[in-house]
């Protein structure tokens, strides 16, 4: 099992907003594979951009919550650096979240 550590000279997307926060629970939409299992689909977590401003630590909450017990973050770290949430991966793991880094690079 791969353990991440948090990065300790960044921000989280807790730390020092301008604006407010979307606290609503993060929205997950769910697909049924072959009627034992379900996939779900969401934004980024903790998201902050122009348009969005999400807590990082409310959404591992609410993805936990739900039950997830596995996740599957596609963001590359430039990504997650330039969304303000350079430590999901450590967030999921520290929330028990089984965490699978599969960065897909944009052609």
Request: one cysteine or more; charged letters at 30%.
């Given at each position: 099992m791969v353990k991440f550590r948090a990065t300790a000279d960044c921000d989280t997307s807790d730390d020092e907003l301008d604006?407010?926060?979307d606290q609503a629970p993060l929205k997950v939409d769910?697909?049924?594979?072959?009627?034992?299992?379900?996939?779900g689909i969401c934004s980024l977590p903790g998201c902050i951009s122009a348009d969005q401003r999400r807590s990082l630590r409310g959404d591992v909450d609410s993805i936990r919550s739900l039950g997830v017990?596995?996740?599957?973050?596609?963001c590359?770290?430039?990504?997650l650096r330039r969304f303000r949430v350079r430590n999901?991966?450590?967030e999921y793991d520290s929330a028990g979240v089984e965490?699978?880094?599969?960065?897909?690079e944009a052609d």
């Amino acid at each position: 099992m791969v353990k991440f550590r948090a990065t300790a000279d960044c921000d989280t997307s807790d730390d020092e907003l301008d604006g407010i926060v979307d606290q609503a629970p993060l929205k997950v939409d769910w697909l049924r594979i072959c009627d034992i299992s379900e996939v779900g689909i969401c934004s980024l977590p903790g998201c902050i951009s122009a348009d969005q401003r999400r807590s990082l630590r409310g959404d591992v909450d609410s993805i936990r919550s739900l039950g997830v017990q596995d996740v599957f973050v596609l963001c590359t770290s430039a990504e997650l650096r330039r969304f303000r949430v350079r430590n999901l991966l450590w967030e999921y793991d520290s929330a028990g979240v089984e965490v699978h880094h599969w960065p897909l690079e944009a052609d």
